[in-house]
Structures are given as structure tokens and as C-alpha cells.
């Protein structure tokens, strides 16, 4: 038992040793909660259809914007590290380590046929969107110095201990569509996620 722990146990510190927190996409997470709305192809036909008028009317040139939800707040669980439980009837000295260098701030999401731009530090909105909704975003990367931290702890018999991403943002969606001599050249959703806050959390449970 205790050669299977120590094992794991320099597993996991080889693991958050050498985790680089990249870029992690809203439409990934775990789990997402939003506090009023809902994600941009969540929304029926119908339930857009209004908002598609307002934006239908044919103008010469340039994009037309409805939004729908403006910096909505949000939580997440963005990723589970790992789940460890003492199923013994002795405490369990247990450690782990990690590191952070890069996190993103900013995802993208389209629907219909507006498109996204990706180039090697900022991801967007193509044929000049990002302009139309005032994003003041000049990299979709926050980067920081290296960090290390470390944390010991005790996990007491008959409990469970779980070590996430947890965080909070914004939410922003809507709908578009682009004009070029009033003809319609692109219409459908978009969304922007700019999170404000990330960092890991421990939790511990009776099992």
C-alpha cells in the first residue's frame, strides 16, 4: 500500500511540476453557469428569429450587431486534476506541486457563417466583426512569471479530496450580419468568453 502510494504520489508532483496552463476553451469546461441567457447555439430557431430582424434590414456596407447577453456573468470548472480518497483508517500525509506560466483570457464561438480568425497571439472574429462590437482586446493571452506552490495536507480517513480549476467570467453573444453594397455576404451567432479569474481549488468530502 505504501509503495502504491508513494508512486502516485510522485506522479502527481512530476505532473503539476511541469503543468503549463495553455489556452482552455469555455466549450470544454466541465461545467459552465451562467447566470441569466444561455450559449449562443443553445438558442432555437425561433427564439432567434426576433433578434435575427434586427439585424436583417439590409444596409450598404459594414456589419449590423444585436446582442443578446452583455458580459453575463459566469462560473466554471474548467478541468479535474485528480480525485484521491483515504479509504484506510489512518491519516494519509499527502503533497502536490504545481506551476503556472500562461492562462487565456479570451474564446471565441460562431454559428452560421461568420468566421474566426486565429493567428499566434489573438484569436477573433474575421472580416473586421471584432471592430463592429468594440473588443478592446489586443492578445487573447495573459501571461505571468513562473509560479511554484506547493501545499501539504493531511487526508483524514473516510474522506475524499478533489483538486479542480474553478473560475469566473463574462459572456457575451448575439447575433450578425455583414453587408457589402447591401448584399449579404455573412449572418449567424457569436460569442465571446473573457475570463476573469482562474485558480485551482481543493475540496475535501465525506466519502
Given at each position: 500500500?505504501k509503495?502504491?502510494?508513494?508512486?502516485?504520489?510522485?506522479?502527481?508532483?512530476?505532473?503539476?511540476?511541469?503543468?503549463?496552463?495553455?489556452?482552455?476553451?469555455?466549450?470544454?469546461?466541465?461545467?459552465?453557469?451562467?447566470?441569466?441567457?444561455?450559449?449562443?447555439?443553445?438558442?432555437?430557431?425561433?427564439?432567434?428569429?426576433?433578434?435575427?430582424?434586427?439585424?436583417d434590414?439590409?444596409?450598404?456596407?459594414?456589419?449590423?450587431?444585436k446582442?443578446?447577453?452583455?458580459?453575463?456573468?459566469?462560473?466554471?470548472?474548467?478541468e479535474?486534476?485528480?480525485?484521491?480518497?483515504?479509504?484506510?483508517?489512518?491519516?494519509?500525509?499527502?503533497?502536490?506541486?504545481?506551476?503556472?506560466?500562461?492562462?487565456?483570457?479570451?474564446?471565441?464561438?460562431?454559428?452560421?457563417?461568420?468566421?474566426?480568425?486565429?493567428?499566434?497571439?489573438?484569436?477573433?472574429?474575421?472580416?473586421?466583426?471584432?471592430?463592429?462590437?468594440?473588443?478592446?482586446?489586443?492578445?487573447?493571452?495573459?501571461?505571468?512569471?513562473?509560479?511554484?506552490?506547493?501545499?501539504?495536507?493531511?487526508?483524514?480517513?473516510?474522506?475524499?479530496?478533489?483538486?479542480?480549476?474553478?473560475?469566473?467570467?463574462?459572456?457575451?453573444?448575439?447575433?450578425?450580419?455583414?453587408?457589402?453594397?447591401?448584399?449579404?455576404?455573412?449572418?449567424?451567432?457569436?460569442?465571446?468568453?473573457?475570463?476573469?479569474?482562474?485558480?485551482?481549488?481543493?475540496?475535501?468530502?465525506?466519502?
Amino acid at each position: 500500500m505504501k509503495k502504491v502510494l508513494i508512486i502516485f504520489i510522485m506522479l502527481v508532483f512530476v505532473m503539476f511540476s511541469n503543468k503549463l496552463i495553455k489556452a482552455d476553451h469555455y466549450r470544454n469546461f466541465e461545467e459552465l453557469n451562467i447566470t441569466n441567457g444561455k450559449l449562443i447555439d443553445q438558442y432555437t430557431s425561433n427564439e432567434l428569429s426576433s433578434h435575427y430582424k434586427e439585424v436583417d434590414k439590409r444596409k450598404f456596407m459594414g456589419w449590423k450587431v444585436k446582442t443578446i447577453n452583455n458580459r453575463v456573468k459566469v462560473s466554471f470548472i474548467s478541468e479535474t486534476i485528480f480525485t484521491y480518497y483515504n479509504d484506510g483508517y489512518t491519516p494519509i500525509d499527502y503533497n502536490y506541486k504545481r506551476e503556472d506560466t500562461e492562462t487565456s483570457k479570451y474564446s471565441f464561438s460562431a454559428t452560421g457563417s461568420i468566421g474566426l480568425s486565429q493567428t499566434s497571439s489573438k484569436t477573433g472574429f474575421k472580416n473586421g466583426l471584432d471592430g463592429s462590437l468594440k473588443l478592446s482586446y489586443s492578445t487573447d493571452k495573459t501571461s505571468s512569471s513562473k509560479e511554484v506552490y506547493e501545499v501539504k495536507m493531511k487526508v483524514d480517513p473516510g474522506t475524499q479530496v478533489n483538486l479542480y480549476y474553478y473560475g469566473e467570467g463574462y459572456l457575451t453573444n448575439g447575433v450578425a450580419a455583414n453587408y457589402l453594397f447591401f448584399i449579404r455576404n455573412n449572418r449567424g451567432g457569436y460569442e465571446v468568453f473573457e475570463m476573469s479569474s482562474k485558480y485551482y481549488k481543493l475540496e475535501k468530502v465525506r466519502i
